[in-house]
């Protein structure tokens, strides 16, 4: 079991910055591709960027060149800093972990964080 806590979000203005954290409990945090996902009224969750056990990371088009993945595994934490906010990325932002072992998947959500982006 995996618990996740997002932490970062808020109001801010068009062309700043915010960066989102998720702290994850458990000692197999390294083992989990983490995920930053992001949902707006009417929509869909979609996925905003990835990063696998091994440090790559895979961005949708809309925040290539933008926002940031990371994580820090001695922290047990993920990151998303993000860059240039547009009003578009208004949305709650969700930290997801995901991993699949021995053909047994354990996915988990955190319960989000807001970010507003508005003059």
């Known amino acids: 079991q995996v618990q996740l806590v997002e932490s970062g979000g808020g109001l801010v203005q068009p062309g700043g910055s915010l960066r989102l954290s998720c702290a994850a409990s458990g000692k197999i945090f390294g083992t989990y591709t983490m995920g930053w996902y992001r949902q707006s009224p009417g929509n869909q969750r979609e996925l905003v960027a990835l990063i696998t056990s091994g440090g790559s990371a895979n961005y949708a088009d809309s925040v290539k060149g933008r926002f940031t993945i990371s994580r820090d595994n001695a922290k047990n934490t993920v990151y998303l800093q993000m860059n240039s906010l547009k009003p578009e990325d208004t949305a709650v932002y969700y930290c997801?972990?995901?991993?699949?072992?021995?053909?047994?998947?354990?996915?988990?959500w955190g319960q989000g964080t807001q970010v507003t982006v508005s003059s």
């Open positions: 997801n972990a995901d991993r699949t072992v021995w053909g047994l998947r354990g996915n988990y």
